[in-house]
């Protein structure tokens, strides 16, 4: 669980005429992520791919063109279908042929729409103004400028302009025209010379003979025209697609298969008579693999499990065991299980075997040394998390996995912060929706599976507070008025926020040292004792020593008196809350004696050391040890954000007023009850249920929509901080993350069959 699956590295050789063979099984497995060979080894070359594997390739760009255009996605799949390759030669050219000329005529008929539309756009300022196309040009001694701008400075543009003698506006809603006389000698750009400078745009005169309002309906009804014969095309496109769309898919997955088969040869170290082919496979499918390449291959190659990934240390990051020959418990050329002599004729596994034992490193690997592939090993409650953990990157084979701690925690630190039994249950609901109806779609049903842990939280925790909406109603029901716990916004409670904000410093001072024990063990598995406990003991030392003093009573007349007095149980809370805070806090705990205190000192001292022995530029941040566990005061805080917005929303619709400290509601009575009975002056506010009917109405606005807010500022404000812990705090602690995610060699059909 905190583990990946252990992986070994396996090597299959063979005489090149056996390569289809072993292609076939090893795809049809679909468990080896082959490592591609780098040519570095005399004697080897990259392989070449099968012939066919131009072609495929081809064909399934051109299937892959047609669903573009067709739109079709995995929902028009249809039942599953055999795909031969004379239903695909014949039906993929019918197919392409009508797609191509349907979206041909798609293309023109939109090119042309576009054109017209353009000509509407140049010719409706026409039209505003009014005036005839054919009087606006044509002219041998007239000039015409139409446009938009500034009539003032064009005005007196040309007022001040010598190359003009005489000048008329004609002037509409958004634009106007321009027609001037030229002086004598002025040449044919004389009204532009007069322009240049001046705030106006000028539009090009269409030709026609008609009124722009006449020309601008004859290209709407163009328009018209070619949207209804574009809506046919689309028509006929969308039954082709409907027709089509299953076979497409078919035939891309059919494809694709063809093209990685085909293909494959371009990872394999070959020679002129054999093939070495090496990859990563979980060490437990081993015996499957090299089973299933004897059975469909028989004895023409050699199988061997050269490497085993372990996660123990000599030293290195990833460590390898160096595997026997044979090991995996099905026979090999190596040890006489294969058909040895007609391996060596064929020069495969004796050509493949020397190029092992060739190596200068005293390695076994053929192919180039990578690191194995990362396939994380978490129970199926836990599974949903790993994409918390992978969206900051996929753990390395050498480290560990934090999915089960984020599982642990994340949810915990969600629902403790809302605590509200109905924004639980919305909460629930829209999880079960993503996880259920999003089952191809991975990560929006891993979501789903973390916010149905964040919900069950929400109400367990909403239970506990006895809050419903924000309102008390639920602590009346089940708990008698008095829920064993509350979130200490009434004064009579503040004692409760107080408390909040303390327990939160604790459960930081928990996650972080859960997170450097963690270090502390891959720096040992990775290093040695040593390294660990100058590494990752020198801030445990650090982080506990210092928060040791800090709930002392070493200068505890310097400190915060509600550090010694929350948990010890003396009533420092007010009496109407008492018994309940001593449910909760009654720890008798009155802080560590002052001696301790020295003793958490010396060893934050001490850690102070042993932090500069390791590493002398990290004791430039040795004040982490108090900030990384002041954020996690966040979590109290956004606890009593989020309950002061809803008792916000609920205190402006059904009105509040405060007795004993605490405050209650308006819901089973209005205000005249309370003057009664308390005064005016225990009257927060009267509520808008409570004016009359226009407020009534805005009040039930004012429900739904502050609800609304509340319930997505949980996820934006609660759920982003929750993360921020678990990624900033916690993980900054051990977690570096950039493992490589297993890829085996293989395809998971959805489309196809071979029955």
């Known amino acids: 669980m905190l583990r990946p699956e252990q992986m070994s590295k396996v090597s299959v050789t063979g005489a090149k005429r056996f390569m289809d063979d072993v292609i076939e099984t090893t795809h049809e497995q679909n468990l080896l992520d082959v490592s591609d060979y780098d040519g570095t080894w005399e004697g080897f070359s990259h392989g070449t791919p099968v012939e066919g594997a131009e072609e495929a390739s081809d064909k399934l760009v051109t299937v892959r063109s047609l669903e573009s255009i067709l739109d079709v996605d995995g929902d028009d799949a249809g039942p599953t279908r055999i795909v031969t390759d004379e239903a695909l030669e014949a039906e993929l050219a019918e197919v392409r042929a009508e797609v191509n000329e349907l979206n041909d005529r798609r293309d023109e008929l939109r090119d042309e729409l576009r054109s017209v539309q353009e000509d509407i756009d140049a010719v409706e300022p026409f039209a505003d103004l009014g005036i005839d196309l054919d009087l606006l040009s044509g002219y041998d001694t007239l000039q015409v400028a139409v446009g938009e701008g500034d009539r003032e400075d064009v005005e007196r543009s040309l007022v001040d302009a010598d190359s003009v003698d005489a000048f008329e506006i004609h002037e509409g809603d958004d634009v106007f025209a321009v027609f001037a006389y030229p002086a004598d000698g002025a040449g044919e750009d004389a009204l532009d010379e007069a322009l240049v400078g001046t705030d106006f745009s000028t539009y090009e005169v269409p030709e026609s003979e008609s009124s722009p309002e006449e020309y601008v309906g004859e290209l709407r009804h163009r328009k018209q025209q070619l949207e209804s014969r574009l809506a046919t095309v689309d028509d006929e496109l969308e039954e082709v697609k409907l027709d089509a769309a299953g076979f497409l898919l078919a035939a891309e997955e059919q494809l694709s298969i063809e093209v990685q088969k085909t293909e494959a040869p371009l990872a394999f170290a070959t020679t002129e008579n054999a093939f070495v082919a090496e990859g990563w496979i979980p060490t437990e499918r081993y015996t499957q693999f090299a089973s299933a390449l004897r059975d469909d291959v028989g004895q023409h190659v050699e199988v061997e499990e050269i490497e085993r990934a372990s996660f123990k240390s000599d030293g290195q990051e990833a460590t390898r065991e160096q595997v026997p020959s044979g090991t995996g418990g099905e026979p090999t050329a190596a040890d006489g299980g294969a058909d040895e002599p007609e391996a060596r004729a064929d020069g495969g596994a004796e050509q493949g075997s020397a190029a092992r034992r060739a190596k200068p490193d005293g390695g076994s690997v053929v192919t180039r040394n990578d690191d194995p592939p990362v396939v994380q090993d978490n129970p199926g409650a836990v599974k949903p998390f790993e994409v918390l953990v992978n969206a900051v990157s996929r753990p390395k084979y050498s480290e560990f996995d934090p999915s089960v701690f984020v599982f642990l925690t994340f949810p915990v630190f969600f629902g403790f912060m809302i605590g509200d039994l109905a924004y639980g249950i919305l909460y629930t609901a829209i999880g079960y929706f993503l996880y259920t109806r999003f089952e191809d779609r991975p990560a929006f049903k891993s979501m789903g599976g973390i916010t149905l842990f964040a919900g069950g939280f929400t109400m367990l925790f909403g239970i506990l507070y006895g809050e419903f909406l924000g309102l008390h109603v639920l602590g009346e029901v089940i708990w008698g008025g008095h829920p064993p716990m509350e979130k200490g916004l009434s004064p009579a409670g503040i004692y409760w926020a107080i408390g909040w904000l303390v327990v939160s410093i604790f459960v930081g001072i928990v996650h972080l040292n859960i997170g450097w024990i963690l270090d502390f063990f891959e720096v040992a598995e990775h290093h040695d004792i040593k390294h660990a406990v100058l590494e990752s003991g020198s801030w445990l030392l650090m982080m506990n020593g210092l928060w040791v003093w800090i709930f002392s009573l070493h200068y505890g007349d310097a400190k915060p008196a509600f550090l010694f007095t929350l948990f010890d149980g003396t009533g420092a809370a007010p009496e109407s809350s008492q018994q309940y805070m001593q449910a909760m806090f009654e720890l008798g705990f009155n802080g560590f004696p002052a001696v301790v205190g020295i003793a958490g000192l010396v060893a934050f001292a001490v850690g102070f050391v042993f932090l500069a022995i390791a590493d002398l530029a990290e004791v430039v941040e040795f004040l982490n040890v108090l900030v990384n566990v002041l954020s996690y005061a966040r979590i109290g805080a956004v606890l009593l954000a989020k309950a002061g917005m809803a008792l916000a929303v609920n205190l402006l619709v059904f009105g509040a007023y405060q007795h004993d400290g605490e405050i209650h ?64 705090e916690f993980f900054g602690k051990f977690y570096e993350g950039g493992g490589r995610e297993y890829e085996p060699f293989g395809y998971d059909r959805q489309y196809t069959t071979e029955d």
Do not use: C, D, K, W
């Not at 226009?694 to 509340?710: D, E, K, P, Q, R």
């Open 665 to 728: 509601f308006l819901t089973s009575y209005g205000p005249e009850y309370v003057v009664n009975e308390y005064g005016a002056g225990a009257i927060m506010f009267g509520g808008l249920f409570h004016g009359g009917a226009a407020l009534f109405l805005v009040g039930i606005v004012v429900l739904i929509l502050g609800h609304a807010l509340v319930l997505t500022l949980g996820i934006t404000s609660a759920g982003l901080q929750a993360v921020r812990l678990e990624y900033v």
